[in-house]
Nanobody, 124 residues
């Protein structure tokens, strides 16, 4: 079992930056694949980024590639999402998720543990 708690969301103007954090409980954090997803009002939850257990492999959809960066600090049991050049369409609730097996995945159904989410609002 792992518990996930996100933080760092807020209101930012278009073109600005935010860094989200996801703190995990448990001693096996370093064995989990971690990911970020987001869900805008009235829409399905979308994949944002994923990172391998040691941080050597990452994956992004085209919508955020080059603007968002996922990273992790296994000593701190934390995964981060650095978001730059934010756009109004990035507005959503951002949630982190954990998966204890390969490969990296962009599908919500393949993640076992979820945080409660943090709101990101980008104004135009």
């Amino acid at each position: 079992q792992v518990q996930l708690v996100e933080s760092g969301g807020g209101l930012v103007q278009a073109g600005g930056s935010l860094r989200l954090s996801c703190a995990a409980s448990g001693r096996t954090f370093s064995t989990y694949i971690m990911a970020w997803f987001r869900q805008a009002p009235g829409k399905e939850r979308d994949f944002v980024a994923a990172i391998s257990s040691r941080g050597s492999v990452t994956s992004y959809p085209d919508s955020v590639k080059g603007r968002f960066t996922i990273s992790r600090d296994n000593a701190k049991n934390t995964v981060y999402l650095q978001m730059n050049s934010l756009k109004p369409e990035d507005t959503a609730i951002y949630s982190c998720a954990a998966r204890d097996r390969l490969p990296l995945s962009k599908f919500t159904t393949e993640y076992d543990f979820w945080g409660q989410g943090t709101q990101v609002t980008v104004s135009s």
